[in-house]
C-alpha cells in the first residue's frame, strides 16, 4: 500500500481556504499563479524549454497541476531542478534505465520501478511536502474511472501513477486503488489550479496536436491513441494556453528532445506578453 497518498476526503477539489500557498509581503501585491501540464511522453521536453523562459522572465509560478510527462517536468520543477536538467534529463533516458519487462501476469508490459526510483533520487527522495512549489500530480483509478489528484506521499511514486499508460505500463497499487496514468481522464489538467486557489493559469499543452508522423513502434501507437482519448475529454479553459509546435516529433524521440525543448522556448517567449499583462507588469 502507499500509505501516505492521500488522505480521506482530500483529493476531491481543494477548497481555496485550505490550499492557497503561503506567499511573503511583497508576494501579496500579485495573483497566484497556476501552471497545468499536459501528458505527452518526451515531448515533455517542449515543456521544460517553456519553464526556462518563465525563469529568465521570473516569472512565479506557486501552484502546478500536471499530468503524465508533464509530472516528471512539474516535479523535477516543484523540486528545484533547472528546466535545462530536466530536458537533458530527458534526452538520456532509454527503455534499459527507466523501465524493465514485466512478468507475463502483470497488468502492462513493463513496469515504471526503474523511472520512480531515478525520479525519487534526483528529488533525494523528496514527498510533496518538501517541495518547494505545490505541486498536484493527475492520475486515474482504472478500477472506478475516476480523476485522482495526488498532493501527498512520495513524489517518485505519484510521478509513476500518473505515467502509467494503460497497456504499456503496470498500473501503482494504492489500497484499493490501481492507479494509472492521468491522460485517461484529464490529460491538460487546466481546472485543477484554479480549483487549488490560481487567480492566473498559464497552460503548456503537448499533447493535443494533431501528429504530422506516421507511429514507427507498439509504444508510439499506444500513445498517440492515448492522445486522441484525450482530446475528446480535455478542457481548455485557461488564461494562457501555451501550444509548443512539436506535432513532427513521435512521442518516444529521444534524439530530438534539444529540439523540442526549443520549440517550448519559442512559444513560451511568444506567451510572455500576454503574461505580463495578466500578471500587471
Known sequence: MWPSIRKPGMLSRPTTTETRPTMNAED?????????????????????GALSVFD??????????????????GA?????????????????????????????????????????????ERLDGATFADLDKKLIAVACDIITGTRVLITE???????QASSAVPGLFVPVEDGDRL??????VDNYPVTVPYEAGADVVIGVDIGSQPGTHRPKRILDVVVAAA???SKSTGVRI?????????REFASFDF????????????????????INALLGR
Open 238 to 246: 485557461v488564461d494562457v494556453d501555451i501550444v509548443p509546435d512539436v
Open 179 to 184: 492507479l494509472i496514468d492521468g491522460g485517461t
Open 56 to 73: 529568465e522572465h521570473d516569472v512565479p509560478i506557486d501552484i502546478i497541476a500536471a499530468t503524465s510527462a508533464g509530472t516528471t517536468v
Open 76 to 120: 523535477l520543477y516543484a523540486g528545484g531542478v533547472p528546466p535545462e536538467e530536466i530536458s537533458a534529463l530527458i534526452g538520456s533516458m532509454t527503455w534499459p534505465t527507466a523501465t524493465k519487462l514485466a512478468g507475463l501476469k502483470r497488468l502492462g508490459l513493463f513496469t515504471m520501478g526503474p523511472f520512480s526510483e531515478l525520479i525519487s
Open 153 to 159: 506521499g512520495d513524489v517518485g511514486k505519484a510521478v
Open 255 to 274: 534524439e530530438a528532445v534539444p529540439e523540442m525543448y526549443e520549440r517550448g522556448r519559442q512559444a513560451a517567449e511568444e506567451a510572455m506578453p500576454k
Open 28 to 48: 501579496k501585491a500579485r495573483p497566484v499563479v497556476g501552471l497545468a501540464l499536459s501528458g505527452g511522453a518526451v515531448r515533455g521536453a517542449a515543456q521544460a
Open 227 to 229: 492522445a486522441v482519448r
